[in-house]
């Protein structure tokens, strides 16, 4: 379509018809949760996490009521147990992570000016698994089986059975299903950023928000998988007796630490960076100029990232590591506040060097970042080890923890709701209810931890709940109490204000005047996102580039149309954004509903230890999956391309390193091979702490021959797989379909020999932890032959049944990366439980 066609308000009227149509949600409530566009989503995500919060801090209240005199009787102990625990894994896993996912899943297609990102059922799907993993733990309190051993629930009292109940299979399951929604988002978002940017929007122009979250994302892919890998470890010992943290069996309760801390500290800057990241939206905004130093916020934003997976074990100076690990960790945990206060720095200079207007989310933002600070400077006190000596598991360590977590996670959200809530609903908030929050809340936070300093010095214990009155702790409780009770009351005020919303007026269009894409929408938004997708030359593009909303608004920039009937963006490329294709979104399904819903039938029932149960809705799960894909994904289309505007077509197709589903597996087995990673981590971590690994009893191992054997086949249906991709790929049908049920075959194959080493050695994995580790090792990747083999047999199917061709190989390509990972997975098992540790 021409420049010029858009100057015809007929035309202009039909084309915005036709992307109404398309982008309509379907009527109906239930109907209408079928809908997978990601700004659907992301309002049922927030809303869910927000209410998830709601639901931790009146647990919190009812601690701090306990606690607010000695001897209180409230509650009693087992109860306390249950409110912390649930308490901490609710804010954490249940508010923090999903409600920044959230948020992303709102802001990113506008910012980004795409239709919607890549893969809207799978955020859709995320958000089911989220809200049935999230029902199950937190509603467990009311039938007095919540998990009660903190939201770390270290071993051996966790993993034993008869000192714990099924509260910490609750904890335990039901957080992996939850983690799984985690990963499932981090991709959706990385590849969102990479791929589904407007032409024109080079890595150097994408919005600072954008940057966050790529960063974020990534660090979820090598923070969660390592605690998944100690989950699974955790429930085979609670499960089947596998002692993996079993001192008496040879196995370590601080291998748990390890890997839960690997996850543990690198979760705080997961959900502080995304604050920041709307920080560097709302100060130019306020400052209503560029943000100073754009290329050192994004380096810090990357080093505060790596600095990050440097930390974790100064949560473990008191478990007696040697004192070179010490002085290492804890010279790394100083070294994160460079870059944390480049970017502070950053915001006070664009601050200082604009023309500020002041208003209420600048006032957060500003509150925040001081409550932030203080909570920054007793991190640096407990990162030297001496010090941290004597405040561990005390209440120091309370309150800067959660002046970490307030400064730099709640109060920053509060700064971004009442920035975006506009933008969201075309409506602002009330300036004077959230200025009155925002101090109820500023003195609340003060009031409630500060005093927590004092009395963890003086020597209250984290995690007790109540306290003799001769140790004078009370004066400081009651305050804390009284504290928490003004903060509380404030964010009360926030909801009050969050209700009365829809009975005000419309807000103007951009009311902030701010200068990056999202501000496009308006107060009577479509459904479509953006009417026409922009070419960008600056960082603000509404600021710099003439008649920018103009244009957008008149559909002169590309995709102004859905001819076709169909939900569509395109995709660029990775570093400079030029566009390469159109691809096709999925539309309203309740497939992700269902598969989630099945999904979750796998963790639930094995809490109640429902095994056959369990596997039958596993079987269900993966007919669910299968039939997602069969009939969602890899389309061949009507047509190979079609135009976009300015005389530009674009093909409708992609496959290979290229398209979005291909970033899409790649993303998702790095996150798999993390988790491997913590895995064997295990094994030489036994090796590590043992005189002798394999004992001499068990020296013989499960042999060399097996492993060897399993290996081979392995990467033969590696083998396979690659040659069936560069057959099919020159036009040889037949003879790629004959490679691909080769490996079938071999994959099977494999599952037989990756036993066979650990069962015809008779090795007991409830006798000692190194036959555990073995077995672990062997069934995870027993495990993924057989998924390779159903993987190869989709493919196979794919290609009999006339949708998959050498021009259309976007299945097979998939396929192939995901045995590329199977095959690292192959080599390094088989070679580390078959040739390691050689004993004489």
Not at 252 to 275: K, M, R, T
Not at 721 to 736: D, F, N, Q, S, W
Request: hydrophobic content about 55%; proline content about 7%; aromatic content about 14%.
């Amino acid at each position: 379509m021409s420049l010029h066609a858009q100057d015809d308000p007929a035309l202009r009227a039909a084309q915005e018809e036709r992307l109404r149509a398309v982008w309509e949600p379907p009527r109906g409530l239930f109907l209408r949760w079928t809908d997978t566009n990601n700004n659907q989503v992301g309002v049922w995500y927030t809303l869910t996490a927000f209410c998830f919060m709601l639901f931790a801090g009146v647990l919190a209240l009812i601690m701090r009521t306990q606690l607010a005199v000695p001897d209180n009787d409230l509650v009693g102990a087992g109860m306390f147990n249950q409110l912390f625990t649930l308490h901490g894994s609710m804010m954490m896993f249940l508010f923090a992570v999903p409600m920044f996912e959230a948020v992303s899943i709102i802001l990113l297609p506008q910012l980004l000016g795409a239709r919607d990102l890549p893969f809207p059922r799978l955020s859709a799907f995320g958000y089911w698994s989220f809200l049935i993993g999230g029902v199950f733990v937190g509603g467990s309190i009311f039938f007095n089986a919540a998990p009660d051993g903190g939201w770390f629930m270290y071993p051996p009292l966790t993993t034993r059975t008869d000192l714990s109940g099924l509260g910490a299979d609750i904890w335990m399951l039901g957080l992996s299903f939850i983690e799984v929604s985690s990963v499932a988002a981090a991709v959706e978002l990385i590849v969102g950023v990479l791929k589904c940017r407007p032409p024109g929007m080079r890595l150097n122009l994408m919005p600072l928000y954008a940057w966050y979250i790529l960063v974020v994302a990534v660090m979820i892919l090598f923070a969660f998988p390592p605690l998944i890998a100690g989950d699974v470890l955790f429930e085979m010992e609670r499960l089947l007796n596998w002692p993996f943290f079993d001192a008496a069996r040879g196995g370590d309760p601080l291998l748990w630490q390890h890997l839960f801390w690997i996850f543990g500290h690198p979760e705080v800057y997961i959900i502080f960076l995304p604050s920041i990241a709307l920080f560097a939206m709302l100060v130019p905004t306020f400052a209503r100029r560029h943000l100073l130093g754009y290329p050192w916020i994004v380096l810090a934003a990357v080093g505060t990232a790596f600095l990050s997976f440097g930390l974790w074990v100064h949560h473990m100076f008191t478990t007696g590591l040697p004192k070179i690990s010490l002085a290492f960790f804890s010279a790394a945990s100083e070294a994160v506040a460079i870059p944390t206060g480049v970017q502070i720095f950053v915001f006070i200079a664009t601050l200082w060097a604009g023309r500020v207007t002041w208003s209420t989310p600048l006032l957060y933002a500003t509150g925040s970042l001081a409550i932030f600070v203080i909570g920054g400077l007793t991190g640096v006190m407990v990162a030297v080890a001496p010090f941290d000596w004597q405040a561990h598991d005390t209440y120091f360590i309370v309150a800067h923890l959660h002046y970490v977590l307030i400064g730099g996670t709640l109060m920053p959200l509060f700064a971004g709701l009442y920035y975006y809530w506009p933008l969201i609903t075309g409506k602002k908030l009330s300036d004077r209810l959230g200025r009155i929050a925002f101090w109820m809340l500023f003195a609340g936070a003060n009031l409630t931890f500060f005093p927590m300093h004092f009395s963890g010095l003086m020597g209250m214990p984290r995690r007790v709940f109540t306290y003799p009155a001769e140790l004078g702790l009370g004066a400081l409780n009651m305050a804390s109490t009284l504290g928490a009770w003004l903060f509380a009351a404030g964010v009360a005020v926030i909801c009050v204000d969050l209700c009365l919303s829809p009975r005000r007026a419309k807000s103007a269009r951009n009311p902030w005047n701010a200068g990056t894409l999202e501000w496009l929408a308006h107060p009577d938004d479509e459904n479509w996102g953006i009417r026409s997708i922009p070419i960008i030359q600056s960082r603000y593009p509404i600021w710099d580039q003439k008649d920018f909303v103009k244009k957008v608004d008149e559909g002169r920039f590309f995709l102004p149309d859905a001819e076709e009937g169909r939900r569509e963006t395109i995709i660029t490329t990775v570093l400079d954004a030029r566009p390469l294709a159109v691809v096709r979104l999925g539309g309203p399904s309740i497939k992700p509903m269902l598969t989630a819903i099945a999904l979750g039938g796998v963790f639930i029932l094995t809490t109640f230890h429902l095994y056959w149960a369990s596997l039958v809705s596993a079987v269900v799960t993966l007919g669910m999956v299968l039939w997602w894909l069969w009939s969602g994904t890899a389309e061949i289309p009507e047509k190979p391309c079609k135009p976009i505007g300015h005389g530009m077509k674009l093909p409708l197709y992609l496959s290979g390193p290229s398209a979005p589903g291909w970033w899409a597996m790649f993303i998702t087995m790095m996150a798999d091979a993390t988790a491997f990673s913590g895995l064997v981590f295990g094994y030489f971590f036994f090796w590590t702490r043992h005189a002798e690994f394999p004992p001499m009893a068990l020296a013989d191992g499960p042999g060399v021959l097996w492993p060897m054997v399993a290996m081979a086949i392995g990467l033969a249906s590696w083998v396979a797989t690659l040659a069936a991709r560069e057959i099919h790929a020159r036009g040889g049908v037949a003879l790629a379909r004959a490679m691909l049920l080769a490996g079938v075959v071999l994959s099977l194959s494999g599952i037989a020999a990756g036993l066979a080493g650990p069962w015809s050695s008779g090795l007991d994995p409830q006798a000692h932890s190194y036959p555990a580790i073995v077995w672990t090792l062997a069934i995870w990747t027993v495990a993924h032959s057989g998924v390779a083999a159903i993987m190869q047999s989709y493919a196979l199917a794919r290609s009999l049944g006339g949708r998959m061709d050498p021009a259309h190989d976007a299945d097979l390509r998939n396929v192939t990366v995901y045995m590329h990972f199977f095959a690292l997975t192959v080599l390094v098992t088989y070679a580390t439980i078959g040739l390691f540790p050689e004993v004489a």
